[in-house]
């Protein structure tokens, strides 16, 4: 009893010295002025910051996608998959995780959306990793991949992920895949800056309390239950999901846009997008190669019809199909325009489940066909520098 009431005394007094420490702020603040002319470089910085849209750095974790996930999906298995990355947030594959701290050039990067990320693709068989076990330099040594895809990135996303984290490595050759997330955010809002929080451009980087709680929450939980969190988190999160799936586009849903409208978007601003990302490329002396999407958006599949049309929309599906098809023909014509080497897995892949487990998503079976394709196009296209 004596022990209950100390630790309650010395809660007391904790709490007491937290209000008077916050009290003398205030009487600070009502005693004292700032003016313009003494304000610190500090107080004048904003606290608004690029977002840069990556997995956190330092990842090794296991991802298993939800049943509500799983509803949505065709030949997709349903298991963990391994999710790792290096000290950038790039995704690695199992031999290079041990070469991280290495000093090791890199001949390849890939930027783009979860079509590049290929996070349901175990990690060996991710298209980014495994091109770097399929071809070799000139010299014998297998060549370095660095895959940069984060799911929902669109151009600009990828362009600044790009310039923060990707230069720096002074790859020989650069890649872009991008087209579905560009026209999903412009036929929804005709802007890459007009977004939902998911998606924005800017954010605020300032630290609330329960800002501070979540890290020291997962601090913990890093500790003591790591393996028992990596074992149980996709029953949790399919728990969570299917109480409460929050709707990302909710606010850009009934809003209808007229299809000519966007179309005209979707020729400017991707197009610039696109050749913004070639021409910062070639400043800094690396080559630009652009790919387009294999996918099953087409009016025949009614797999995709039915997940696209399960939720308000402000175009049709037919009229999503033939923006995502010009999106796919401005890459090739950027490309032809630019004379950027390109790889047209739209072309090269069958829209199947086949090789594709939704709409646009590679599973194991498309992710070994799009490296084979990359490789094979980076031999004839530089056979003095690879190899296989």
Not at 125 to 133: D, H
Not at 146 to 169: E, P, Q
Not at 210 to 229: P, Q, R, T
Not at 349 to 364: C, M, P, R, T, W
């Amino acid at each position: 009893m004596n022990c209950t009431k100390k630790i309650f005394t010395v809660f007391l007094v904790f709490v007491f010295l937290l209000i008077l420490v916050k009290g003398f702020n205030f009487l600070v603040g009502l005693l004292t002025s700032t003016t313009p002319a003494t304000l610190t470089s500090n107080q004048l910085q904003t606290t608004r910051s690029i977002l840069l849209s990556e997995f956190a750095p330092n990842l090794d974790e296991l991802v298993m996608p939800t049943n509500e996930y799983m509803i949505e999906t065709q030949s997709l298995e349903q298991k963990g998959y391994r999710l790792r990355t290096d000290k950038d947030g790039f995704i690695l594959g199992p031999a290079d995780f041990a070469e991280t701290n290495k000093n090791k050039a890199v001949d390849v990067v890939f930027f783009g959306g979860s079509t590049t990320e290929c996070i349901y693709v175990d990690e060996e068989y991710r298209f980014p990793y495994l091109l770097s076990r399929t071809l070799r330099r000139n010299d014998g040594q297998y060549i370095r991949v660095l895959n940069g895809g984060r799911s929902a990135n669109h151009s600009l996303h990828s362009l600044f992920s790009y310039l923060a984290k990707g230069i720096v490595y002074k790859p020989r050759y650069a890649v872009l895949m991008e087209a579905v997330n560009d026209v999903a955010i412009l036929s929804k809002t005709l802007s890459y800056w007009n977004a939902p929080v998911s998606r924005r451009l800017v954010q605020q980087t300032t630290i609330d309390s329960m800002g501070l709680l979540y890290w020291n929450a997962k601090a913990l939980k890093d500790v003591f239950l790591s393996n028992i969190w990596l074992n149980t988190r996709h029953r949790l999160a399919d728990k969570v999901e299917r109480v409460s799936r929050s709707d990302e586009w909710i606010d850009f849903r009934d809003k209808k846009i007229d299809l000519k409208e966007i179309e005209n978007i979707l020729e400017s601003d991707f197009k610039a997008a696109l050749k913004s990302f070639v021409a910062v490329t070639r400043a800094w002396g690396i080559e630009p190669v652009l790919m387009t999407q294999p996918n099953r958006l087409n009016e025949a599949d009614s797999f995709s019809r039915t997940l696209y049309e399960k939720r308000p929309q402000p175009i049709s599906y037919d009229e999503f199909v033939r923006l995502y098809r010009l999106a796919n023909d401005i890459v090739r014509e950027v490309s032809r325009d630019e004379r950027v080497l390109l790889i047209d897995l739209d072309k090269k892949i069958e829209g199947s489940s086949a090789f594709v487990y939704d709409e646009i998503h590679l599973n194991q079976r498309g992710s070994k066909l799009v490296a084979d394709i990359i490789a094979k196009t980076f031999l004839e296209h530089n056979p003095k520098y690879f190899n296989n």
